[in-house]
């Protein structure tokens, strides 16, 4: 996601709870009340429909891989064990979509794949289905993935703000 916020006050404030805002990438830093998950740990992480890049939704899971992006970045792929939103955002945000997932094959290579997820999609199955995500949106629990959305939407928000400003600055110039 490209992001065009400038760090200020907000998003120094980041880097004390566990991630930050550095050139225009959001990244985790890590420590130890934030420290790199190991494989086959339970963890919670931050998940969205690329058209909805403005509303994350919560999993539950199990890093079941790993890589080091960047030198920075750990990217983890989670095998979800159970949503924690409600019915009414499943209906709204996943229900009905395809959602970009990953499969381990025999070899334990990852293999890109998409699915569709409806209410009838089992998690069992949906288990097996991985999601690649960044550090950024991993943590340990709830209350800190509650946390980190909160002050992810705070940024999304005034990104949205800042594009629509940008929008009224076309129309209204002649």
């Not at 009340?33 to 919670?44: H, Q, S, T």
């Not at 030198?71 to 979509?97: P, Q, R, S, T, W």
């Not at 288990?127 to 909160?150: A, G, P, W, Y």
């Amino acid at each position: 996601m490209q992001n065009t916020l400038e760090p200020n006050q907000n998003t120094d404030k980041l880097v004390k709870k566990g991630f930050g805002f550095v050139n225009n990438q959001f990244i985790n830093i890590y420590s130890d009340e934030n420290p790199i998950i190991p494989n086959d740990e339970e963890c919670y992480f931050l998940f969205y429909h690329p058209a909805n890049y403005h509303r994350t939704l919560i999993g539950k899971g199990k890093i079941v891989n790993q890589l080091l992006n960047d030198g920075l970045n750990v990217i983890y792929f989670i095998a979800l064990e159970e949503f924690c939103e409600n019915e009414d955002v499943m209906k709204k945000f996943v229900y009905n979509l395809r959602f970009p997932l990953f499969k381990l094959d025999d070899e334990n290579v990852l293999r890109n794949k998409s699915l569709i997820i409806s209410e009838k999609t089992s998690m069992y199955f949906l288990s097996s289905n991985l999601f690649k995500v960044e550090s950024f949106f991993v943590r340990k629990t709830l209350k800190d993935i509650q946390e980190l959305q909160q002050e992810y939407s705070k940024i999304i928000k005034q990104d949205i703000q800042k594009q629509l400003e940008d929008i009224n600055d076309i129309l209204t110039s002649k």
